[in-house]
C-alpha cells in the first residue's frame, strides 16, 4: 500500500478550513438551542418587564389578562405577555376614538397606512371598535433582551402616533 502524498502547507489549510467553519457553527447552534431551551411562566415574564419599568421610572401594572401596563406621557403602553412565545416581544399604546363614523373610520385607516409605511417596525390597524392601536414587535433571544432597544421601541411608537395625528389633521 502507497503512503499518502503529503498536502501543501497552503493546501492543507483550505482543506481544514472548512471543517473549522463547520465546527464552529455546530458549536453556536449547540448554544442556541440551549437558550431556546430554557422556558418562562407568566410570572417571569412580568416580573423581567415590569422591573425594566420601574428603572425607567415608571409604574407598571399586571392587567387582568396578565399583560404588563404602563402609563406615559398621557399614552398607555402595554407589554405583551406571551409565555407560548417568551421569545417574542410586543409593545402596544392604543386611542379610543371619539367620532365612529364611516368618514373617520376611513381617516383613520389612512393615518395607520401612513404610520405604518413611513415609521420603521411599528405598525398600526384598527380595532374591532374603529380605534387606533400601534405595536412594535420583534424577536428577541432571551426576554431580557427587551431592554436593549426598549428606548426606541417607545420612540418608534410615539413618532407613529406623531405620524397618524399629522396625517389625521394635516392630510399628509
Keep these: 500500500m502507497m503512503d499518502p502524498v503529503p498536502l501543501h502547507p497552503r493546501r492543507r489549510r483550505a482543506v481544514i478550513a472548512p471543517f473549522s467553519r463547520l465546527f ?8 442556541c438551542v440551549t437558550l431556546h431551551a430554557q422556558t418562562y411562566n407568566q410570572q417571569q415574564l412580568q416580573e423581567i418587564y415590569a422591573s425594566h419599568v420601574v428603572a ?14 404602563f402609563r406615559r406621557d398621557n399614552r398607555n403602553d402595554v407589554i405583551h405577555v406571551d409565555e ?7 409593545m402596544t399604546t392604543a386611542f379610543v376614538a371619539d367620532d365612529k363614523s364611516p368618514a373617520m373610520r376611513q381617516r383613520r385607516l389612512e393615518g395607520c397606512n401612513a404610520a405604518t409605511s413611513e415609521v420603521k417596525v411599528v405598525k398600526c390597524f384598527l ?3 374603529g380605534d387606533p392601536t400601534f405595536a412594535a414587535e420583534r424577536f428577541v433571544i432571551v426576554p431580557g433582551d427587551f431592554k436593549l432597544s426598549f428606548g426606541r421601541t417607545l420612540r418608534a411608537l410615539d413618532s407613529a402616533c406623531d405620524r397618524f395625528a399629522r396625517r389625521m389633521t394635516d392630510g399628509r
Design 56 to 69: 425607567e421610572s415608571m409604574r407598571p401594572e399586571i392587567t387582568n389578562t396578565g399583560n404588563v401596563r
Design 84 to 90: 407560548r412565545d417568551a421569545r417574542y416581544f410586543r
Design 127 to 129: 380595532d374591532e371598535d
Design 24 to 31: 464552529a457553527s455546530a458549536a453556536l447552534l449547540g448554544a
